[in-house]
C-alpha cells in the first residue's frame, strides 16, 4: 500500500556540512534577516573558535531545494573551562566536582553558546513544517553522535536546544521533545531595550528618564569625562590583540560558570569578515587602552556582544555603566528598533531601561541513570535564576 508519510521524508533529506566553504549558494539566499546565521558571520566565528568548540552546518532540503538550516556546536567541556578561577569552601568544591563529572565531556548544541539568543535554526515555514524539520534536525543530531564516537572516540552525553522566548513556536512541538526526552528549562532572562518611535536622539532618551536615574546619568558621565571612547580599526584590532584579549578575560574570569574561552583572534576575525556590521569601541584613559565594547548590527537590531575593561578602574570610572549608555545612545541615534543586552548583571541592565523576557532551553542527557530532577538541578546552579530587583527610571 502506498505510504504519502514515507515517500514525503524520501523528498525531505538533510545534509551536515563541516565548514562554511562547503555551504551552498541557497544558503545566504534563505529569507531570514538573522546575521548570525549567514556565512559572513559563521566564518568569522568559525576562524576564531574556541579551542572547546567545533561546528556543524545542518542543511534541510524539500525536493532538494533548501528550506531549513541550523547551526549546531560541539562544545567539549571540562573542569577547569566550566568553573574558572574560583576559591570555594571543601563542601562547595565537592559539589562542582561532581557536578563536572556529569556535565564534562562532548555537548551538542543547536544554536550559538557564544551569544544570548535563538540563533540556531531556521525554516521556511511554507516549504516545510515544524515536525517534518525537527525531525531532520533529529536525523541530523544522531549521525553527529556516530560521527564522534568512530572519528573522536568521545561519547556525546548532553543535548541542547538554545534559547527560546516564550511565544516562540517551537514550545509547539510537545511530541518532539518528549519523543527525545528533552526537558524544558527556565534559564536567566534576556533583557531587551525596546526603543519607542517618539526617540530620534540620545537627548530623548536621556529626557525620558525620571529625576533620579537623570542624577545617576549625569553622574556617570561626569565620572567618565577623562575617558575618551574611540571606534577601533581592522589594523588596532590585530595590532593590539592581547592587550584586548585581557580585557576580555578580566570579565569574563569573573562569570560564576564557563563553558568556553574565547580565541585572542576572535574580534579581529569578526570584523575582518563583518566590517560595518561589528563595531568595536575602545576606552582610553589617556592613551592606554582601559576598556572595550563590542556591537553587532543585526538588521534592525542591536546586539551587544563582548567586552571587557580594567577592574582597578572600574569603579572610579563606572566604566561599565558609561559602556551601557553608550550602547543605548548608539542604537537610538541610528535607528535601531530593538537593542539586545543579553542575560547577564540584569539589575544595572534595568536601570538604563532594558527589560527581562524569559527564556528557556531544552536539554536531555545521554546517561539514562542522569534522572531529569538532578539534570534540572545541574543546569540551575551552573545558570541559575537570580533574585534581583528590576530598575524603572523612565518617567
Do not use: C
Not at 514525503?8 to 545534509?15: D, G, R
Not at 536622539?201 to 536615574?213: C, H, L, M, R, V
Request: glycine share 4%; net charge positive; no cysteine.
Amino acid at each position: 500500500m502506498f505510504n504519502f508519510r514515507s515517500f514525503i521524508f524520501l523528498l525531505i533529506q538533510f545534509k551536515i556540512y563541516n565548514s562554511v566553504s562547503q555551504l551552498p549558494e541557497s544558503w545566504d539566499k534563505l529569507p531570514t534577516n538573522d546575521i548570525f546565521l549567514k556565512s559572513s558571520f559563521l566564518e568569522g566565528l568559525e576562524k576564531s573558535f574556541p579551542t572547546n568548540i567545533t561546528a556543524y552546518y545542518v542543511g534541510v532540503f524539500n525536493n532538494q531545494k533548501l528550506v531549513g538550516i541550523a547551526i549546531i556546536q560541539r562544545v567539549q567541556m571540562y573542569a577547569d573551562d566550566i568553573f574558572r578561577k574560583s576559591n570555594t569552601n571543601g563542601l562547595k568544591q565537592f559539589a562542582k566536582q561532581m557536578i563536572s563529572k556529569i556535565v564534562k565531556g562532548n555537548a551538542l548544541v543547536v544554536g550559538n553558546l557564544m551569544h544570548t539568543g535563538q540563533h540556531g535554526i531556521y525554516f521556511i515555514d511554507h516549504a516545510i513544517s515544524q515536525s517534518d524539520y525537527l525531525y531532520q534536525i533529529e536525523k541530523a543530531l544522531n549521525a553527529l553522535i556516530e560521527e564522534i564516537k568512530l572519528k573522536f572516540n568521545k561519547k556525546v552525553r548532553i543535548i541542547v536546544f538554545k534559547d527560546y522566548f516564550e511565544t516562540d513556536s517551537i514550545h509547539e512541538s510537545l511530541d518532539f521533545f518528549e519523543t527525545n526526552n528533552l526537558y524544558k528549562i527556565q534559564v536567566q532572562p534576556n533583557m531587551i531595550l525596546n526603543i519607542p518611535k517618539s526617540w530620534r536622539s540620545t537627548e530623548d532618551y536621556i529626557s525620558a528618564f525620571n529625576k533620579k536615574y537623570k542624577r545617576r546619568y549625569q553622574t556617570a558621565r561626569k565620572k567618565a569625562t577623562n575617558l575618551t571612547f574611540k571606534e577601533l580599526d581592522e589594523s588596532f584590532l590585530k595590532a593590539h590583540e592581547d592587550i584586548i584579549f585581557d580585557l576580555y578575560e578580566n570579565v569574563s574570569d569573573n562569570a560564576r560558570v564557563n563553558s568556553f574561552k574565547l580565541n585572542a583572534n576572535h574580534f579581529y576575525e569578526l570584523k575582518t569578515h563583518l566590517k560595518d556590521k561589528f563595531r568595536v569601541f575602545g576606552v582610553f584613559s589617556k592613551d592606554q587602552l582601559v576598556g572595550f565594547y563590542t556591537l553587532i548590527l543585526n538588521n534592525e537590531i542591536l546586539e551587544t556582544y563582548f567586552l571587557g575593561y580594567n577592574k582597578a578602574l572600574q569603579h572610579q570610572y563606572q566604566m561599565y555603566l558609561n559602556m551601557l549608555f553608550n550602547m543605548a545612545s548608539f542604537g537610538i541615534d541610528n535607528g535601531f528598533k530593538t537593542i539586545v543586552f543579553a542575560r547577564t548583571a540584569m539589575e544595572i541592565k534595568s536601570s538604563i531601561g532594558a527589560k527581562p523576557h524569559t527564556m528557556h532551553v531544552y536539554l536531555n542527557h545521554t546517561n539514562n541513570f542522569i534522572a531529569n530532577t538532578l539534570l534540572k538541578g545541574i543546569v540551575k546552579y551552573m545558570n541559575p535564576i537570580q533574585t534581583w530587583e528590576e530598575r524603572h527610571p523612565f518617567k
